[in-house]
């Protein structure tokens, strides 16, 4: 369930977004910082301010927000402090100008997504130089830099980069003894500067939870070696205490998860139960002012400030996905949805309820728009699960949530094309509908005209043609395929001439979602073999390890 890095990828279909012109954009380092005014990198900071800081507070960006025409000079100078500037910036070094620098670049990407490039430009310059100071001697800065460029790879897209960058902040944390109570003391004097070095800590200790979960990769923080008397977070920052206490639960769920290989992905009953308590009593934990009022429940205040919105729905999301987490082995097969329909029926409930979260932010704010790449994690484990659900037992689960299913798809639809998630479901879904399209699913229909669709993004479909496939048993026989040539059952990946290299189709895309939910809603088999060529037993063992191997796809998208 790694993620890949993606390239940046070029616009295909014109329902996508589209990319300004070349000549609107300033494509490099140099010229954006030419051009750019202090007004721009005041924009570009409050946008990190209210987007990032806000949850992860180990920065305190005002600073750099009330000296940006220095900042902008320095910049200008290769990130050099002239000396009419030092006695009005006597509190930054070169290291500020290189956080200053990282914090533009994660602003200019989470307001406008298609300025990758640009983004990347800026990162770069500050990339090269972080290599250069990676001495034996390590100071928080150096720990603040790392984190912050971690960040910045998240919302780029390169979820194993920010993993892999993360860690090395994690490790350099060790370095510097901010996992011990005593260091902490030793090493920071006065007050101010040893909270900071707590914060900085703890926010490194969440997004080495986070990012490990979204890789599924190893922490780089072990609990046992981080001292129980270690200060937490003070009571200024509420979320990040909360947050604290989801990273120990994030511990005790990693611990609980089978090993990769193991023969069983079961978690036992009991397990999951208790870690199901304790994450109730987290979220009960929670301050009254922190706590998400449901739509559902009609308790939405019309108004409210957009920041306790935004904290408010990753706490109640985070909440939900950890028990998606403790769940979901009871729908990989339909085997375990009979033998514990409560517990399978549960876990679609908290995807269900998931979705309806997020269509209303999405409804009623900017939020999900301006934070994709959290958001659309949360939409793309809640899609996997109703899709686990109706792929093994269509007639439980489709009628139930056939209407929450539409309204992902239409949050679907409008998801940036550039976007990380989006990509992966892009990948998992077209291989998976190209797949199914060549072993001969029938034609969709458009229910509102009554005429036929698209039939999964418009791949031709030419029945009754004859080709062999490998049927996982050691046997090769003749299929009904579109195409004459082999197709190896175990062997689903696309040629990168084909559309591995494109972009995502977002219309397209929503379209194919739900034609594939029909699809498994109608109990179509994934084969369809020449009749006679197998026997019954054959033709069984066949699709049953087909709708395994598809199983196991939309399992590693939770």
Not at 144 to 173: D, M
Request: net charge negative.
């Amino acid at each position: 369930m790694g993620v890949p890095r993606f390239d940046s990828m070029p616009p295909n279909g014109a329902q996508s977004p589209r990319e300004e012109p070349l000549s609107g954009r300033l494509m490099t380092d140099l010229s954006f910082w030419d051009h750019c005014t202090a007004s721009d990198v005041i924009k570009y900071l409050v946008i990190f301010q209210e987007e990032v800081q806000s949850v992860y507070p180990f920065i305190d960006i005002s600073e750099y927000i009330a000296q940006s025409k220095g900042i902008l000079q320095a910049i200008r100078n290769g990130g050099l402090l002239m000396e009419e500037d030092e006695s009005t910036m006597s509190k930054l070094c070169s290291k500020d100008i290189n956080l200053a620098r990282v914090a533009i670049a994660t602003g200019i990407i989470l307001e406008e997504p298609s300025k990758i490039e640009l983004s990347t430009a800026i990162v770069n310059s500050v990339e090269t130089i972080v290599s250069i100071i990676l001495t034996p001697r390590v100071d928080l800065k150096e720990i603040q830099l790392t984190s912050l460029l971690s960040i910045y790879y998240f919302h780029s897209g390169e979820e194993l980069l920010s993993w892999r960058t993360i860690g090395i902040a994690a490790r350099k944390s060790l370095e510097l003894g901010l996992h011990r109570k005593r260091s902490l003391l030793d090493n920071f004097k006065d007050s101010d500067s040893r909270r900071l070095a707590a914060r900085v800590f703890w926010c490194v200790y969440i997004l080495d939870r986070q990012w490990s979960f979204g890789t599924t990769l190893s922490f780089a923080l072990v609990e046992k070696e981080i001292d129980p008397e270690l200060p937490k977070p003070d009571e200024e920052y509420p979320y990040l205490q909360c947050m604290v206490g989801h990273g120990q639960l994030c511990s005790k769920i990693w611990d609980a998860l089978p090993p990769l290989g193991s023969a069983s992905q079961s978690i036992p009953d009991n397990i999951a139960s208790g870690q199901d308590l304790c994450i109730q009593d987290w979220l009960n934990s929670i301050p009254p002012y922190l706590r998400l009022h449901h739509p559902r429940l009609g308790l939405t205040p019309q108004r409210q400030p957009r920041l306790s919105h935004y904290l408010r729905a990753l706490l109640y999301l985070r909440g939900n996905h950890t028990r998606i987490l403790i769940y979901r082995h009871h729908l990989i097969s339909t085997a375990s949805i009979t033998a514990s329909l409560r517990s399978a029926l549960l876990v679609v409930d908290i995807a269900q309820d998931s979705i309806q979260v997020l269509v209303h932010l999405h409804a009623t704010t900017d939020i999900y728009l301006q934070q994709q790449n959290v958001f659309n994690d949360f939409l793309l484990s809640a899609l996997a699960v109703l899709f686990l659900a109706v792929c093994h037992a269509p007639e439980t689960f489709s009628a139930l949530y056939q209407r929450t299913f539409s309204e992902a798809g239409d949050l679907v639809k409008d998801l940036s094309r550039y976007n990380i998630v989006s990509k992966r479901l892009w990948r998992s879904i077209r291989d998976m509908i190209r797949r199914i399209k060549v072993f001969g699913f029938l034609q969709t229909t458009n229910e509102e005209n009554g005429v036929p669709g698209e039939d999964f993004s418009g791949i031709a479909d030419e029945q009754n043609k004859i080709a062999e496939v490998t049927t996982g048993l050691g046997e090769t026989v003749p299929m009904s395929t579109p195409q004459t040539e082999a197709f190896t059952f175990g062997d689903i990946s696309m040629p990168d001439t084909d559309l591995a290299s494109s972009g995502p189709d977002m219309f397209h895309m929503r379209n194919d979602l739900l034609n594939l939910f029909n699809a498994f809603e109608q109990g179509q088999q994934f084969l369809q073999p020449i009749q006679g060529t197998l026997s019954q037993e054959e033709e069984f063992a066949m699709a049953t390890e087909q709708r395994k191997d598809i199983s196991m796809r939309f399992q590693g998208l939770i």
